[in-house]
């Protein structure tokens, strides 16, 4: 009973920020991503009668503690769903992201884990099936199952049988890239989970946020049918802007930034001045997510690489959805 599934890991135009049921994961907005081809998590789960317990290996080191049980965790929902809760599974997963430093690794790693265990246990699920089952592990991963633009609805049911992620726009609709700019490969010290509790439970600009989400998705999913890169790439960064000023403002106050995520900010900002149309986004972490087009590929990555701190530039085209191996 052995799987292998591929997912990429998404970064959201519209940001999830925030939840309203902590067990399920259910979230306070929708939120509205883009599959990127150059992350990506590859995993095969091989379900084993003789195990006592499950066995975790990432980039071929054995993992326990809080990361271990998780996976355990996400797991014991799949082995209920099939109704063999004895069963347990041996995971290898590999993953082409740097883990935990804003490039949303449980993204890809949660939507192939839930693609192969549920493969490897003997379940076919749907992709809408698939996603619901995701958004229990992470909840970004939801808009993994699918390729190029997803949205990842909220819903509105207490059991959150409608909060799953639907497809926008595939990876072939609109050749928009997308550079990610590293900055460090360290350990964030607030945790996205962490972080959001904290917003939600403190920050007085928390309830504009949310007010302000409806109407930029609604413009957003206009500009990407149309495929109009200036009002895509200035609603993308000022709906980053919004959810980072909501850490600013909880208590006790917190950034993902450091010092260069603010000169690529800057940088970025400049390269408009100057005729080269590009935007930024940033997830829960310090490093930067540049949008721009393919014709001003090479005068991108080239500022980028200059700026004093910036530790590589890694390019990417819209990414595809789940696919087994």
Same mark, same amino acid.
């Given at each position: 009973?052995?799987?292998?599934?591929?997912?990429?890991?998404?970064?959201?135009?519209?940001?999830?920020?925030?939840?309203?049921? %902590?067990?399920?994961?259910?979230?306070?907005?929708?939120?509205?991503? *883009?599959?990127?081809?150059?992350?990506?998590?590859? !995993?095969?789960?091989?379900?084993?009668?003789?195990? !006592?317990?499950?066995?975790?290996?990432?980039?071929?080191?054995?993992? %326990?503690?809080?990361?271990?049980?998780?996976?355990?965790?996400?797991?014991?929902?799949?082995?209920?769903?099939?109704?063999?809760?004895?069963?347990?599974?041996?995971?290898?997963?590999?993953?082409?992201?740097?883990?935990?430093?804003?490039?949303?690794?449980?993204?890809?790693?949660?939507?192939?884990?839930?693609?192969?265990?549920?493969?490897?246990?003997?379940?076919?699920?749907?992709?809408?099936?698939?996603?619901?089952?995701?958004?229990? +592990?992470? +909840?970004?991963?939801?808009?993994?199952?699918?390729?190029?633009?997803?949205?990842?609805?909220?819903?509105?049911?207490?059991?959150?049988?409608?909060?799953?992620?639907?497809?926008?726009?595939?990876?072939?609709?609109?050749?928009?890239?997308?550079?990610?700019?590293? *900055?460090?490969?360290?350990?964030?010290?607030?945790?996205?989970?962490?972080?959001?509790?904290?917003?939600?439970?403190?920050?007085?600009?928390?309830?504009?946020?949310?007010?302000?989400?409806?109407?930029?998705?609604?413009?957003?999913?206009?500009?990407?049918?149309?495929?109009?890169?200036?009002?895509?790439?200035?609603?993308?960064?000022?709906?980053?802007?919004?959810?980072?000023?909501? =850490?600013?403002?909880?208590?006790?106050?917190?950034?993902?930034?450091?010092?260069?995520?603010?000169?690529?900010?800057? =940088?970025?900002?400049?390269?408009?001045?100057?005729?080269?149309?590009?935007?930024?986004?940033?997830?829960?972490?310090?490093? /930067?997510?540049?949008?721009?087009?393919?014709?001003?590929?090479?005068?991108?990555? %080239?500022?980028?690489?200059?700026?004093?701190? /910036? !530790?590589?530039?890694?390019?990417?085209?819209?990414?595809?959805?789940?696919?087994?191996?």
């Amino acid at each position: 009973m052995k799987a292998t599934a591929k997912a990429h890991t998404n970064i959201a135009l519209i940001k999830y920020w925030g939840k309203r049921d %902590e067990a399920l994961i259910l979230p306070t907005n929708s939120s509205l991503s *883009l599959t990127l081809d150059g992350f990506f998590t590859t !995993t095969t789960v091989d379900f084993q009668a003789n195990l !006592t317990r499950d066995q975790f290996m990432l980039d071929d080191e054995p993992v %326990e503690g809080e990361s271990y049980q998780r996976v355990s965790n996400f797991l014991d929902i799949i082995r209920t769903m099939a109704g063999k809760e004895n069963l347990y599974a041996t995971v290898h997963s590999k993953n082409d992201v740097p883990t935990a430093a804003g490039f949303a690794s449980s993204a890809s790693g949660f939507a192939a884990l839930a693609a192969a265990g549920t493969k490897a246990i003997g379940m076919q699920l749907d992709n809408q099936e698939l996603s619901r089952l995701t958004r229990q +592990g992470s +909840g970004s991963a939801s808009r993994s199952i699918y390729g190029g633009f997803a949205e990842w609805e909220m819903g509105g049911k207490t059991d959150g049988s409608d909060s799953f992620a639907v497809p926008v726009a595939p990876a072939q609709h609109w050749d928009i890239r997308v550079a990610a700019v590293v *900055l460090s490969s360290t350990v964030k010290k607030v945790s996205s989970r962490a972080g959001m509790k904290r917003t939600v439970e403190t920050s007085p600009f928390y309830s504009g946020w949310i007010d302000s989400i409806p109407k930029d998705l609604r413009e957003i999913k206009d500009a990407i049918k149309t495929k109009d890169f200036e009002k895509t790439g200035s609603i993308a960064e000022a709906n980053c802007l919004k959810m980072h000023a909501t =850490t600013l403002a909880a208590n006790p106050p917190f950034t993902y930034w450091h010092d260069t995520t603010m000169r690529v900010m800057q =940088t970025v900002q400049e390269m408009r001045e100057k005729g080269i149309p590009a935007y930024f986004t940033i997830d829960a972490g310090p490093n /930067v997510k540049v949008l721009y087009l393919p014709e001003d590929e090479g005068k991108v990555k %080239e500022t980028l690489r200059t700026i004093p701190g /910036v !530790t590589d530039v890694i390019l990417s085209k819209p990414g595809q959805g789940i696919s087994y191996l």
